[in-house]
Structure formats: structure tokens, C-alpha cells
T-cell receptor
């Protein structure tokens, strides 16, 4: 039971480079989410997809784009990376409020 | 503006004693509250939740209390064990909001032997 799988686990980018973070879930959840975690800030929602074919902005969407490729996969793209995007990124999926989300193990991104 | 606040960044407790983690919120539309536990280099894992229609939910050593009038919830861990050393996040969902969760900044718990 893989749950939520994120790739890559680590990445170093130069300012201005682009990259896509991949996320896949095998729990047949409708909703998927991208969060970033920064010290003292907790987890902040970047983008989410309530169901296949829909995406919406969260609290901190600037500088990011997403694609809900199918029910299983939800990718996050940085078009032109900036040092302020240095963070740990978590993908999550969910189905219902009571049990919350299942999170992936995270991608640690450093932009130099 | 953070709607979910954990004002204590850290907590140190002796093994076998009670750990109490606190969380305050500002949005009266929140209808579910959750606690997540996170170890280094891993994703957060769901611990326990409570609906806004209840004031207490218990699961083994973990109990969550909700005080709606004070917009406050707490997590009690009894007895604390070394494996409980982790970062704990409080989270809340706003009614009818696509299941989006708002998270607090987290509290790092250290259980001393």
C-alpha cells in the first residue's frame, strides 16, 4: 500500500530554472492538495483539486501551476524558481473530513 | 492571517507524564478539527479528529478537547512515551470548503526519559 508517492525527494535548482513535482495516490481519493512547509509558518496550501478536472488556488499560489492529470496524479510546476520557493513541499489526498488527508513524504527543494 | 494558531513552538515533558498541546482558532465556520503528527523527513500523519458538535474525542492515549465558546482545542497525551517526540500540527476545516485544511505552525514535543 503505497498511499501518496512524491518525486523527487530532494532537488536543488538555480534561480530561474523550472521543474515539476510529481504526486500520485492509489487510494481512489477525489481530492488532492499541495502544501508547503516553512519554519514557523506551518503548512500552507498552494493549490488543490477537489475532483478530477478541477483545480483551485490556495493561500500561496503565486509562482506555481498545477495539473490534475487524472484521478491518481496531481503535479506542481515551478516555471521560474525563486529563492523564496525554498521549502519542503507536501502532496496530500483526502476523502472526507473526519479522517483528514494522507500525506506524501515530501520534497525538499532548495533554490540558489 | 493565520486562522489556526499554536502559540507554543515547543514542549518538553518527562516520560510517563501528560503532554498538553494547545490550539486556538478564529474562524467560526470551522466544523472539523484534526491533529497530525510529523517525524523528521516524513510527511504528517493523521492522529485524531473531532467534529464541532462534540467536545471530546478519545483514542487510546490521545484525547482531543474542543471548547467552541473559547475557540480553543487541546490534545492530551497520557502517558507520554519517547516515540511521541515529534512535531504536532493542529488543523481545521471550514464547512463546505472543499475539505481544505488550515494548519497551525506546529508544536515540537520532546519526551525526556
Amino acid at each position: 500500500n503505497a498511499g501518496v508517492t512524491q518525486t523527487p525527494k530532494f532537488q536543488v535548482l538555480k534561480t530561474g530554472q523550472s521543474m515539476t513535482l510529481q504526486c500520485a495516490q492509489d487510494m481512489n481519493h477525489n481530492s488532492m492538495y499541495w502544501y508547503r512547509q516553512d519554519p514557523g509558518m506551518g503548512l500552507r496550501l498552494i493549490y488543490y483539486s477537489a475532483s478530477e478536472g478541477t483545480t483551485d488556488k490556495g493561500e500561496v499560489p503565486n509562482g506555481y501551476n498545477v495539473s490534475r492529470l487524472n484521478k491518481r496524479e496531481f503535479s506542481l510546476r515551478l516555471e521560474s524558481a525563486a529563492p523564496s520557493q525554498t521549502s519542503v513541499y507536501f502532496c496530500a489526498s483526502g476523502q472526507g473530513a473526519f479522517y483528514g488527508y494522507t500525506f506524501g513524504s515530501g520534497t525538499r527543494l532548495t533554490v540558489v | 492571517d493565520q486562522q489556526v494558531k499554536q502559540n507554543s513552538p515547543s514542549l518538553s515533558v518527562q516520560e510517563g507524564r501528560i503532554s498538553i498541546l494547545n490550539c486556538d482558532y478564529t474562524n467560526s465556520m470551522f466544523d472539523y478539527f484534526l491533529w497530525y503528527k510529523k517525524y523528521p523527513a516524513e510527511g504528517p500523519t493523521f492522529l485524531i479528529s473531532i467534529s464541532s458538535i462534540k467536545d471530546k474525542n478519545e483514542d487510546g492515549r490521545f484525547t482531543v478537547f474542543l471548547n467552541k465558546s473559547a475557540k480553543h482545542l487541546s490534545l492530551h497525551i497520557v502517558p507520554s512515551q519517547p516515540g511521541d517526540s515529534a512535531v504536532y500540527f493542529c488543523a481545521a476545516r471550514s464547512r463546505g470548503n472543499d475539505y481544505k485544511l488550515s494548519f497551525g505552525a506546529g508544536t515540537t514535543v520532546t519526551v525526556r526519559a
